[in-house]
């Protein structure tokens, strides 16, 4: 079992910048992508980006350039840092690991709102 928790999110204005958090344990050894996820109200959940092992990103259309996903192996950690931020942003942000087919993991999800 992987346990995720995410952190980070929050209100903020148009243009703005967050960083969200997601700290990873338990049988993480296993895991080879992390990546986050985001869920519009009355929309699919959908990719945002994706970190593997190696350190090979992908990210979604809609925020190359203005997204970079990361991670920290000697704390089990990956961020998320999100620039510029748009109202379109706006969303619950979950944090997922990839363990193997059909094994994947979810954190409870972060709210990010982008208001002014």
């Known amino acids: 079992q992987v346990q995720l928790v995410e952190s980070g999110g929050g209100l903020v204005q148009p243009g703005g910048s967050l960083r969200l958090s997601c700290a990873a344990s338990g049988s993480i050894d296993r895991v080879y992508i992390m990546g986050w996820h985001r869920q519009a109200p009355g929309k699919q959940r959908e990719l945002v980006a994706v970190i593997t092992n190696p350190g090979s990103t992908n990210y979604a259309d809609s925020v190359k350039g203005r997204f970079t996903i990361s991670r920290d192996n000697a704390r089990n950690t990956v961020y998320l840092q999100m620039n510029s931020l748009k109202p379109e942003d706006t969303a619950v942000y979950y944090c997922?690991?990839?363990?193997?087919?059909?094994?994947?993991?979810w954190g409870q999800g972060t709210q990010v709102t982008v208001s002014s």
């Open positions: 997922n690991a990839v363990a193997g087919p059909s094994t994947d993991y």
